[in-house]
Antibody, heavy 121, light 110 residues
Framework: QITLKESGPTLVKPTQTVTLTCTFSGLSLSTSGVGVGWIRQPPRKALEWLALIYWNDDKRYSPSLKSRLTITKDTSKNQVVLTMTNMDPVDTATFYC?????????????WGQGTLVTVSS | QSVLTQPPSVSAAPGQKVTISCSGSSSNIGNNYVSWYQQLPGTAPKLLIYDNNKRPSGIPDRFSGSKSGTSATLGITGLQTGDEADYYCGTWDSSLSDVVFGGGTKLTVL
């Protein structure tokens, strides 16, 4: 059974950097083909993909946010960390950790429960 | 403004059938597989359909997906009140080098 769980601050100030951690079980980032990433959803708005990291340390970023994002993995801890710099109130969103395979199918087949990050002074 | 276009809302009576459309272009739907996600109120999205028309284990066959050209469609038959949710389509956009989603469709079962 694959589970993912997000953790991190619920409130950050504008211009700050937010660090979110995804802790997962039932899969390993030392296994060929495994990928873990992040998708966000502002309140009452659509989904937006942010980043992915694969077992081979291949990293992919949304082009529109690439300059602000860094994704890393700690295989021994079964964790993936996302940092997002220069936070703005428009970045207020629920951030979901997701699983996706390196090879087809390319869908996001497992999701965490999400963590709401509010950006406000 | 989402890259993929979905109707904001659809509705139908219990037991009826509904379809949700997802319109894109040759750089996304036209040349890549489409997935559909169901988001029940207050919960995380769940994978409903992958590779245009395949259902993950545990998804009932009341849910179906299809694709034609640059559009995809989600079909739900035998509607139940528990199907009330937001539905999102998603795929890869080869021109943007980005995962793209539709704006979401709110399904109301009257």
């Amino acid at each position: 059974q694959i589970t993912l769980k997000e953790s991190g601050p619920t409130l950050v100030k504008p211009t700050q950097t937010v660090t979110l951690t995804c802790t997962f079980s039932g899969l390993s980032l030392s296994t060929s083909g495994v990928g873990v990433g992040w998708i966000r959803q502002p309140p009452r708005k659509a989904l937006e993909w942010l980043a992915l990291i694969y077992w081979n340390d291949d990293k992919r970023y949304s082009p529109s946010l690439k300059s602000r994002l860094t994704i890393t993995k700690d295989t021994s801890k079964n964790q993936v960390v996302l940092t997002m710099t220069n936070m703005d109130p428009v970045d207020t969103a629920t951030f979901y950790c997701v699983h996706r395979r390196y090879w087809p199918p390319y869908s996001f087949d497992y999701w965490g429960q999400g963590t709401l990050v509010t950006v406000s002074s | 403004q989402s890259v993929l276009t979905q109707p904001p809302s659809v509705s139908a009576a219990p037991g009826q059938k509904v379809t949700i459309s997802c319109s894109g272009s040759s750089s996304n739907i036209g040349n890549n597989y489409v997935s559909w996600y169901q988001q029940l109120p207050g919960t995380a999205p769940k994978l409903l359909i992958y590779d245009n028309n395949k259902r993950p284990s545990g998804i009932p066959d009341r849910f179906s997906g299809s694709k034609s050209g640059t559009s995809a469609t989600l079909g739900i038959t035998g509607l139940q009140t528990g199907d009330e949710a937001d539905y999102y389509c998603g795929t890869w956009d080869s021109s943007l080098s980005d995962v793209v989603f539709g704006g979401g469709t709110k399904l109301t079962v009257l």
